[in-house]
């Protein structure tokens, strides 16, 4: 189990500038639903941005700490 603020403190250290909204599908902690936005993906194909954020939560997916992520990435909008 994670807690949220931990799933978004763990982006932001890696994606500096992403806005991260982390939402727990089950109440578990371990199914989780999270939506990063930030300028680092600018030019990047999905894969390599969902790898971004994937890197970032190395330690709690391998753990399975984080046991299902459903992830959707995207760059700001002005």
């Known amino acids: 189990m994670?807690?949220?603020?931990?799933?978004?403190?763990?982006?932001?250290?890696q994606i500096p500038d992403a806005q991260v909204t982390v939402e727990d599908l089950?109440?578990?902690?371990?199914?989780?639903?999270?939506?990063v936005v930030s300028t680092a993906f600018e030019g990047l194909s999905?894969?390599?941005?969902h790898?971004?954020?994937?890197?970032a939560l190395q330690?709690?997916?391998a753990s399975e700490a984080i046991h299902a992520l459903a992830l959707s990435t995207s760059v700001p909008t002005n």
């Open 2 to 13: 994670v807690q949220p603020q931990a799933v978004e403190t763990a982006i932001q250290r």
């Open 26 to 35: 089950t109440g578990g902690g371990d199914h989780l639903q999270v939506s």
């Open 46 to 49: 999905r894969i390599r941005q």
């Open 51 to 55: 790898q971004l954020v994937y890197g």
């Open 59 to 61: 330690q709690e997916l």
